[in-house]
């Protein structure tokens, strides 16, 4: 199946809002309700949206949703089976992410830093479409805008599960190895799984300023 990948722009809000309100977790995925939004909110701000809930969980979570990709807060790219989105990566800057208690990105990963970095979060891929290279797909995407937007690695922030989970949002390690990352730092059952786009060295300081080439 060949998946068309595309960052995710205003104009892409609709496709957005549709695979969340339709087809990511259709099945009773547990993650869902979910529109990916807690990665950019600090705990603050997540335990007001919490309260908001009421009897409306996706509809409140959809509504902070449609605000972010607004303001384009929301980072990523979506896979299309034709016109219809089937996958979701969030993926930006590591910067672009917020300290928050749901730790999107460990603390021991940003304190193991490997210059300027590229994080994926978070993947969710609709029904039927699992285990059909779609997260493959979207993954492979990251390391290509990465490298060409000159940053020194990309990571990704595996669990390690007691069990085989299918509902593993953070992507399972054996993901990252086929795409060519490797095992960076590991703490209790998270692991950093890092591509090194550049020679990262010891001395090397996240957001460093790059060579003149």
């Known amino acids: 199946m060949k998946n068309e990948i595309k960052p995710l722009t205003l104009d892409l809000t609709p496709a957005y809002l549709d695979f969340f309100d339709n087809r990511a977790f259709s099945d009773g995925n547990p993650n869902g309700p979910c529109y990916c939004n807690a990665p950019v909110m600090d705990t603050a701000s997540i335990r007001q949206m919490e309260r908001e809930f009421g009897d409306d969980c996706k509809g409140v979570l959809r509504r902070y949703a449609t605000k972010q990709l607004a303001e384009e807060k929301i980072r990523g790219y979506l896979a299309f089976d034709g016109n219809m989105p089937v996958g979701w990566c969030n993926a930006g800057d590591m910067d672009a992410y917020a300290v928050n208690g749901f730790q999107f990105i460990p603390d021991f990963a940003r304190q193991n830093i490997c210059g300027r970095t590229m994080s994926v979060v978070c993947f969710a891929i609709a029904p039927g479409y699992r285990g059909k290279g779609v997260a493959s797909a979207l993954l492979e995407?990251?390391?290509?805008?990465?490298?060409?937007?000159?940053?020194?690695?990309?990571?990704?922030?595996?669990?390690?599960?007691?069990?085989?989970?299918?509902?593993?949002?953070?992507?399972?390690?054996?993901?990252?190895?086929?795409?060519?990352?490797?095992?960076?730092?590991?703490?209790?059952d998270r692991v950093v799984m890092r591509k090194e786009l550049k020679d990262c060295g010891s001395k090397q300081q996240k957001n460093a300023p790059e060579e003149s080439v």
């Open 141 to 188: 995407r990251v390391v290509a805008d990465a490298k060409a937007l000159g940053y020194a690695a990309v990571e990704g922030y595996a669990h390690v599960p007691k069990e085989r989970a299918y509902y593993d949002f953070k992507g399972p390690i054996h993901l990252y190895e086929k795409a060519g990352f490797m095992e960076a730092a590991r703490l209790d």
